[in-house]
C-alpha cells in the first residue's frame, strides 16, 4: 500500500513549521532505527538533511544520504526511508499547488529524484538559515529561478581540451589558491587567453569557480566532521580565518560558526 502525505504532511515528527507565498518550511525528526511507509507526497519538495543519515529507497534505485546533501522529490514519487544510525533531521521546503500555478510557466522543476551532495544548493541553505532564525523568508523566486537555470543549463562543452585538465585542478587541489600564471604553466596556454576561455567556456571566471569549490567542500566539512573552523580554512587554502569566514558568510548568508551551531544544535 502507498500512502499519499498531502501539503504539509511529512512522516516522522514536526519539529517546527511556517509558510510563506504558499512555499511551507518546515524541520522533522526520524527516530533511530525506525522506517518509513512506502510513500509519495503529491506536491514536489526539496530536503536538505541536516543531522544523521539515511538511505533513500524507490522501484529503482538505492541512495545514501548524507548531511548536508539535498534532495529533489517530485510530486507523486514514490519511496521509503530507512533511519538507523542516529535520529535524523531534516528541512523541507514544499511548493504547494498555489504557488505552483503561479508559477508554473516560469518555473520548470526536474521531474525525477535529484541528489545534490552538500554544498551545491547554496539557496536551501539561505532558507534555512531565515527559517532557524524565525525570519521572513525572502527571494523565494528569485533563488529557486537561479537555481534552476543552472539545473537546466545544458553540460558545458569543452572546446579546448586544456580546459578539462583546468577543472579538475580546481576542483581536487582545494589547499592554495591557485594564480593564473602558475595554472597556465601547468597547461601550456597564455594565461590571458585561458582566463578568457574558461570564463567563455563556464560563465564564471577561474577565480569564482575557485572560490565556489572551496566554500562547497567547507560546507562538507562541517557538516560532517569536527574539525576546527581554522583547520578548515587552512584545508581549503585560505590565508586566514577572517578570509574564508567572509567569503562562506557572502555565499551561504551565514558565518560557518554560525552555521556549525545551527545544524549541531
Known amino acids: 500500500m502507498i500512502v499519499t502525505l498531502h501539503e504539509g504532511e511529512y512522516l516522522g515528527q514536526t519539529q517546527k513549521s511556517t509558510a510563506c507565498d504558499s512555499v511551507k518550511f518546515s524541520e522533522t525528526v526520524h527516530e533511530i532505527n525506525s522506517y518509513t511507509e512506502t510513500h509519495r507526497h503529491e506536491n514536489q519538495y526539496f530536503s536538505i538533511l541536516l543531522k544523521g543519515t539515511y538511505l533513500e529507497k524507490n522501484e529503482a534505485s538505492e541512495t545514501r544520504v548524507l548531511p548536508g546533501d539535498a ?37 520548470k522543476f526536474p521531474e525525477q529524484l535529484a541528489h545534490f551532495k552538500a554544498g551545491m544548493t547554496p539557496f536551501l541553505v539561505q532558507m534555512l538559515v531565515g527559517f532557524m532564525d ?72 577561474i577565480g569564482q569557480y575557485q572560490l565556489k569549490v572551496k566554500l562547497v567542500h567547507a560546507l562538507y566539512l562541517l557538516m560532517n566532521t569536527l574539525k576546527p573552523i581554522s583547520e578548515i580554512s587552512h584545508l581549503n587554502g585560505f590565508y586566514d580565518d577572517s578570509h574564508f569566514i567572509n567569503s562562506f558568510k557572502s555565499y551561504y548568508k551565514i558565518s560557518p560558526h554560525q552555521f556549525r551551531l545551527m545544524v549541531k544544535s
Open 71 to 107: 534532495l529533489f522529490r517530485p510530486g507523486g514519487y514514490v519511496h521509503q526511508n530507512y533511519f538507523t544510525d542516529r535520529d535524523v533531521h531534516c528541512f523541507n521546503m514544499e511548493f504547494g499547488k498555489t504557488w505552483m500555478k503561479k508559477y508554473d510557466y516560469d518555473f
Open 134 to 205: 524565525g525570519k521572513q523568508i525572502d527571494l523565494i523566486e528569485e533563488t529557486i529561478a537561479d537555481f534552476l537555470f543552472q539545473v537546466h543549463e545544458k553540460p558545458v562543452k569543452l572546446r579546448q581540451p586544456w580546459l578539462a585538465k583546468l577543472l579538475k585542478m580546481l576542483e581536487n587541489e582545494l589547499d592554495s589558491f591557485h594564480s593564473l600564471d602558475s595554472l597556465s604553466k601547468r597547461v601550456f596556454v597564455h594565461p590571458i587567453y585561458m582566463a578568457r576561455a574558461f570564463k567563455q567556456n563556464t560563465g564564471v571566471t
